[in-house]
Each structure stands twice: as structure tokens, then as C-alpha cells.
């Protein structure tokens, strides 16, 4: 045989033509190997007839979950939305007496990196997306799937800046408040309202953000000098910010903000300047609960809402972010999009929620006395 490099030239470009067209045939038999596969799936998935889901508590979301899937394949969705720490006491509970209802789980991320993942309750989803446009890289950003851990068991659909800071603009000035540190003016003492801090996940990433990023002082004289009033009702609060009744939010969902201002509400969001930016995922981690009761169903289900259609209609009816390159997101705010070249804080990466953020709230709690 000759080898390519002492060939010559005219040799060398049959050679690379054979090569060529050996690693094409190669990349066709792989999709189709893929098709094969995922048509099994569709099939035997069809057979079940019906995946149950935990999602978001959002009507949007289980009108595009149910409405979506059901179009796409046939199959009802089961859909219930207790949301993360309730999901995960029931299927404590589930599990104790020997019952297993609940197929996928889609949620933040406390609940399956904190509980469903060290008590064994999740299979791996990198192996049973097998179908040929979710697994392709160049449809997603960075040109890979991204997962929530090490392990690529838990995966990530969204990921969105999230400014965690709103104002209602009739009583605060556009420009007025543009840091952090500028809520720390006594004029806003007693004057606005602050996600309660003890609240698992959502409210201890905020505050540990802070913590790692301004330190103690300023911790302490937010909480506690500003006396901010403390929420853990997030509608509650962005109504009485749309109403009037204060004028600032810390901790403000940006979900929940976006659906006030469709209302017509004179609310804004704010990106704080003198701080890294904030990476969330919202809702947008799917995980694939062990001894399913519909095996197969939940495979295909993690498969459509991690393809083209799934997500987009997913993220479209959360307001978040899709991870996939071919979900535009034209419709949404411009600051959800993150930029090159500007720092963040990836509140949900595997290293933030499992260590970093609880070693800060430590520290918080102590200090506030909470």
C-alpha cells in the first residue's frame, strides 16, 4: 500500500478523495444508525402512551410542555408542578414505600444536583439522546451539549443573564440606580423590597453573590442597616413594585417582571455595573428519574424537549434563553444575551451550587445571625 505523504501528487488525490468519501459514508451510517435508534425509541415509546413531568409552575410552560409533545408524537403528558423541595419530598416519600410515579423533572437546579443526584435517583441523559438533531454539536452554543454536572447526567437547555434588580420608573429615574452599591444610600433604608435570603437556592445565590463579590460589609449593611423588606412570594412582590408600593427589587425574578411589563406595568430591569454579570438557567435543567414508570416515553421526552421544537417552545414559554443555536430568542430583552468579553458568575454551575454558594451563605448567616 502507498501511504499518502510519499504518494505522488496524482496518487495522493485519489487517495484523499478515497479518504474523503470513506469518512462521509462513515458520518451517513452514524446519522442513520442514529435514525435507527430513535425510531425504536418513537416506537416503543408510543406503546406506553404517556410520560408523567414535574415542571415549572408556570401556565405557559404546561400548555407548551403538554400542547407540544402530545402534537408531536401522541403521547399525553402527565404534567404536575409542585415545584423543586415539594418534587423532592414526594418522591422521598414515593420511593419509602416502594412506588415509582415521576418520569423527568424540570426544574432549577437545587433539586436534582442537591437531593435527586446523591441519593441515586437519576439516570445519566448523555446516553439516551439519540436522536441525530439533539446530538449534533454545531446546533448548540459552544458546539456542545451542556451539562449541570461532571457526570453529564443532568442537562442544561437555557442559559440567560438575569439582572436580579428591578425598578418601578415612575419612582425611580432611568440612570438613578445603576450599582449595587448605590442601594446602600440611606434614602432607600425601609424602601424596598429584598429576596429573603433563607430561602434554598434562589434567595442564598443572590445573597452569596454578594458576598463573594462585595464581601461582609456590604452584606451587612444591605440586610440589615437598609432593612429591606424580605419575600419570599415573588408574584406578590413584582405586584406591589408594579402598584407603587415600592420602588426597587432585589432579587426580582425575571420571568415574572417580563409578564408585568406585557401588562403595561412601568417596571425595568436593571444590570448592576459594579459587579459580574449573572448566568442563570431559570427552569431549563432536565433530569431523567430511575425506574421510570414509562421508560421509554421519558427518553423520547428529554429527546424533543432538547430538539429544535422542544426548545423553542420551551424557552419561548418561559421567556429564557435557549442554549441551541438555531432557537433565535429575537423576542427576547437584548440584556438577557450574553456578551464576549464581559465577566460572570455562573449561579448555576456545578462548582457554585455545591460548593462555593453554600461555603459563602455559611459565612452569611453568621454574620446576619439568620
Do not use: C
Request: hydrophobic share 45%; no cysteine; proline share 7%.
Amino acid at each position: 500500500m502507498i501511504h499518502p505523504a510519499v504518494a505522488p501528487r496524482g496518487i495522493r488525490r485519489l487517495l484523499g478523495l478515497g479518504l474523503a468519501a470513506a469518512a462521509a459514508v462513515l458520518s451517513v451510517g452514524s446519522a442513520a444508525r442514529g435514525a435507527s435508534a430513535f425510531d425504536a425509541l418513537v416506537a416503543a415509546a408510543k406503546q406506553e402512551g404517556s410520560v408523567a413531568v414535574n415542571g415549572p409552575p408556570l401556565e405557559p410552560a404546561r400548555e407548551a410542555l403538554t400542547a407540544g409533545f402530545e402534537r408531536a408524537y401522541g403521547i399525553k403528558v402527565l404534567y404536575e408542578s409542585g415545584g423543586g423541595p415539594a418534587a423532592a419530598a414526594r418522591v422521598r416519600a414515593e420511593r419509602a414505600a416502594g412506588k415509582y410515579l415521576l418520569d423527568v423533572m424540570i426544574s432549577g437546579p437545587d433539586t436534582p444536583l442537591l437531593t435527586f443526584l446523591p441519593n441515586g435517583w437519576l439516570d445519566r441523559v448523555e446516553p439516551v439522546l439519540v436522536d441525530p438533531r439533539v446530538t449534533d454539536p454545531r446546533v448548540w452554543k459552544g458546539g456542545h451539549l451542556l451539562y449541570a454536572d461532571p457526570q453529564r447526567t443532568i442537562l442544561r437547555l437555557s442559559q440567560f443573564v438575569t439582572p436580579d434588580l428591578a425598578i418601578n420608573t415612575r419612582l425611580v429615574k432611568p440612570g438613578e440606580i445603576t450599582t449595587w452599591k448605590s442601594l446602600l444610600d440611606p434614602r432607600w433604608q425601609g424602601k424596598f423590597i429584598a429576596k429573603d435570603p433563607t430561602i434554598s437556592g434562589a434567595g442564598a445565590s443572590l445573597i452569596s453573590y454578594f458576598y463573594i463579590t462585595f464581601g461582609p460589609e456590604f452584606v451587612k449593611r444591605l440586610y440589615s442597616v437598609q432593612k429591606p423588606v424580605l419575600t419570599r412570594d415573588q408574584r406578590q412582590a413584582v405586584q406591589w413594585l408594579a402598584q407603587g408600593n415600592y420602588p426597587i427589587f432585589v432579587g426580582a425574578d425575571l420571568t415574572t417582571v417580563l409578564l408585568f411589563q406585557q401588562q403595561g406595568y412601568p417596571l425595568q430591569m436593571v444590570t448592576a455595573s459594579d459587579g459580574p454579570g449573572i448566568l442563570s438557567g431559570g427552569f431549563g435543567l432536565v433530569s431523567l428519574i430511575n425506574r421510570a414508570p414509562h421508560p421509554n416515553a421519558a427518553k423520547l421526552f428529554v429527546n424533543w424537549i432538547a430538539s429544535r421544537d422542544g426548545s423553542d417552545a420551551f424557552a419561548r414559554s418561559m421567556m429564557e434563553l435557549s442554549l441551541r443555536n438555531d432557537v433565535s430568542g429575537s423576542e427576547m430583552p437584548a440584556y438577557e444575551i450574553p456578551r464576549k468579553n464581559v465577566r460572570y458568575m455562573d449561579t448555576y454551575g456545578y462548582e457554585f451550587v455545591t460548593v462555593q454558594r453554600d461555603a459563602a451563605f455559611e459565612k452569611v448567616r453568621t454574620l446576619l445571625g439568620l
